[in-house]
């Protein structure tokens, strides 16, 4: 996975400041895009023009990308008339100490032009608010059995089986083939919740004529061995034997702790985000009414990711507003078992025009589509940075050729007026 860092210092720069900086760096990283240009001239036998540099410029921003001996890329960039310096790191590798070795570079040019001892540098990315986030969270450590049990919840009968028992101290085996309409999926789904321990099943026998229970044991072989050694039922003095047997399921510690609040699903997030590098302590986790909500960072950003165990409401909406405004989350996702209405989608993505927001309401394939979603956000995050360079990259190589072949003065007479830009047929036009 991409790690972005990012971070500025406020000042006013001089002229001089992108020269400087650039001349302290060039013996570590080496830059892209103004060794780049240079090879037009140099391979067409020019003179390379100080004007044609990204780094020269009085009033426009100036800036360059670099790329490290380990394969990371850096950039600087200098803007508002030279008062503001933001510099960060597109890391593919471990690189922030190299991140550090190339701000602390930048850092002492500035000193050395501005003249001061100190440069005041701030970060760009939430680490601060993130902290803050911190204090408020519960810690949550799933275990190996956990971590194997949430795996089996994804199958929506067993899930429905322990949603629809939770409160209940006992459940009839007999019943579970009316819960999920198919007696041979039950059987089916009864053993398979006996042998994850989400629940026990014992066997139970009743007397006839009181319907009270006389005896609970763990297998029908304990009944058989205890009619055959004469018991009697107290109520009603018949064989233990002509009574009525009846299978229970009772819930286990194991299989409550799974389903309070779909504790599930954020061990399932959790495992996920732990594959795709983001370790179980980088995460904060809130328990608040019946769900629960992970908030970690990416590129920078705050991620938030709600997991719901049932339906999603107004109520949720509301609340799940309040949670992304108050974390200054740039990403939310919505884990659900349930389709989200369109109204409660198109509520939160109106509340939130400036936050990417993700709905998963089917919970298969979740690492596959939680990596999509932090690379998407990581790349457009690398789209939004390196937009800034594009204009320090165009060559007019027409003007270039013409140079070489006419001299660089027999050139630069004949060199026609550019005309006005022909209107296109895009937004500027239609809004007109």
């Not at 919740?193 to 319907?211: A, H, I, P, R």
């Not at 690398?382 to 165009?394: A, G, H």
Request: net charge negative.
């Amino acid at each position: 996975m991409i790690t972005i860092l990012k971070k500025e210092v406020s000042a006013n720069l001089p002229a001089s400041a992108a020269e400087a900086v650039s001349s302290d760096l060039k013996n570590d990283f080496t830059p892209l895009i103004n060794s780049v240009k240079k090879e037009y001239w140099t391979t067409l036998g020019l003179p390379f023009p100080e004007e044609a540099s990204p780094l020269i410029s009085e009033e426009s921003d100036t800036g360059e990308i670099y790329l490290s001996k380990t394969g990371n890329l850096f950039y600087y960039t200098i803007s508002d008339r030279r008062k503001r310096l933001e510099c960060g790191g597109l890391l593919k590798n471990d690189g922030a100490q190299e991140f550090n070795q190339f701000s602390e570079r930048i850092g002492s040019s500035l000193q050395r032009e501005l003249k001061v001892k100190d440069i005041k540098w701030k970060t760009l990315t939430r680490d601060e608010t993130f902290q803050n986030l911190s204090s408020y969270g519960i810690p949550l450590s799933p275990t190996k059995e956990e971590l194997a049990t949430a795996h089996e919840l994804e199958n929506p009968d067993l899930l429905h089986v322990l949603m629809n028992t939770q409160n209940l101290l006992s459940y009839s085996a007999r019943n579970l083939a009316n819960l999920l309409e198919d007696k041979m999926k039950a059987d089916t789904i009864l053993e398979k919740l006996v042998q994850t321990k989400l629940m026990t099943k014992d066997f139970v026998v009743l007397c006839k004529e009181k319907g009270q229970q006389i005896i609970k044991v763990a297998s029908r072989q304990a009944i058989e061995e205890t009619s055959q050694k004469g018991l009697k039922c107290f109520l009603c003095g018949k064989p233990i034997s002509e009574e009525n047997i009846e299978e229970l399921l009772c819930n286990t510690e194991l299989g409550r702790k799974m389903i309070d609040k779909g504790y599930w699903m954020p061990v399932r997030v959790l495992e996920t985000l732990g594959r795709l590098g983001i370790k179980n302590q980088e995460v904060v986790k809130e328990a608040e009414e019946d769900f629960f909500t992970l908030y970690f960072l990416s590129s920078g950003e705050i991620v938030m990711a709600a997991t719901l165990p049932r339906k999603f409401s107004l109520s949720d909406a509301y609340t799940l507003n309040a949670k992304l405004s108050v974390s200054q989350a740039g990403v939310g996702i919505v884990v659900s078992t349930h389709p989200v209405s369109i109204i409660y989608k198109e509520f939160l993505i109106q509340s939130n025009p400036e936050r990417s927001l993700y709905f998963l309401e089917i919970f298969s394939n979740l690492e596959e589509r939680l990596e999509q979603i932090i690379k998407t956000q990581q790349q457009e995050t690398i789209r939004r940075v390196t937009e800034s360079f594009t204009k320090f990259t165009s060559v007019t190589l027409s003007d270039l050729v013409c140079q070489k072949l006419f001299g660089i003065d027999e050139a630069k007479k004949t060199m026609p007026v550019s005309s006005p830009q022909k209107k296109g047929r895009g937004k500027q036009e239609t809004e007109e």
